[in-house]
């Protein structure tokens, strides 16, 4: 593969990658989600230190847990909360309203009423079915590291998820798993020192499904790059 050829691979990699919600009833085998982890361990981290931890669900075991949470969503999900915030209180007005657009085109293309709370509800609680993907990877970091060590995260979570995609497989990223950490860690070995940051359903899309997902829009470059020190591009 020339150079070229392989930009324009990790190009069409990152571009069509996205948060995929409808799986087909596919398993995924150990030794291909070991492989993804494999090669997304590589991230980069401050120090080196790599500060992720991920438990790898299937089978028995994802389904065990799933059913526990999805009970206890549907009988308490007041009494329990995130271990952080991961939006702000009160959204700048760019990011609140960019935040408004997803829920119009995402509840919209499953056709959800804005209005429709019992709908809306229904849909967040595919979240702890995993969406219905026969893996599901929850991810912790230590809860005595900084900001720097999140940012560490974030890369190898994006490491994660292109390295699925690479492979023929789709993932969602699911902060409101982290909701659940005294479920979660009812059966899973987590340290009482680390912090459940998110989970991640990770299996084959179902593409008749994911085919009536409505279009993201992401901002162009000028929207959030400013140059400095370069020469005028051509054809400016």
């Keep these: 593969m020339s150079n070229v050829d392989l930009v324009q691979a990790l190009d069409s990699v990152m571009k069509e990658r996205f948060a995929t919600r409808f799986y087909a009833d596919r398993p995924v085998s150990h030794d291909t989600v070991r492989d993804i982890l494999e090669a997304a361990r590589h991230a980069p981290s401050g120090a080196n230190i790599q500060p992720w931890q991920v438990h790898a669900?299937?089978?028995a075991a994802k389904a065990e847990i799933c059913r526990d949470i999805l009970a206890t969503h549907a009988a308490e999900a007041a009494q329990h909360v995130s271990e952080y915030t991961y939006y702000?209180?009160?959204?700048?007005?760019?990011?609140?309203g960019r935040k408004q657009a997803f829920g119009q085109v995402f509840y919209g293309s499953l056709g959800i009423a804005q209005d429709d709370a019992r709908g809306?509800?229904?849909?967040?609680?595919?979240?702890?079915?995993?969406?219905?993907?026969?893996?599901?990877?929850?991810?912790?970091?230590?809860?005595?590291?900084?900001?720097?060590?999140?940012?560490?995260?974030?890369?190898f979570l994006q490491n994660v998820m292109l390295a699925a995609k690479v492979?023929?497989?789709?993932?969602?990223?699911?902060?409101?798993?982290?909701?659940y950490h005294?479920?979660?860690?009812?059966?899973?070995?987590?340290?009482?020192?680390?912090?459940?940051?998110?989970?991640?359903?990770?299996g084959v899309r179902d593409a008749a499904a994911a085919a009536t997902r409505g279009v993201m829009e992401r901002a162009p470059v000028e929207a959030f790059a400013r140059f400095h020190g370069f020469e005028t591009p051509s054809g400016a």
């Excluded at 509800?121 to 929850?138: C, E, K, M, S």
């Excluded at 492979?167 to 909701?179: M, S, V």
């Excluded at 059966?187 to 990770?202: F, K, Q, R, S």
């Design 57 to 59: 669900l299937a089978g």
């Design 88 to 96: 702000a209180s009160s959204l700048p007005d760019r990011y609140q």
């Design 120 to 155: 809306r509800a229904a849909q967040t609680a595919r979240n702890y079915d995993f969406f219905g993907a026969p893996v599901g990877l929850i991810v912790t970091i230590d809860r005595r590291l900084e900001k720097g060590s999140w940012l560490d995260l974030g890369m």
């Design 167 to 179: 492979r023929g497989l789709d993932t969602c990223p699911q902060e409101t798993l982290a909701k």
């Design 182 to 202: 005294r479920v979660l860690r009812r059966h899973l070995p987590i340290a009482a020192e680390d912090v459940v940051v998110c989970g991640m359903a990770l």
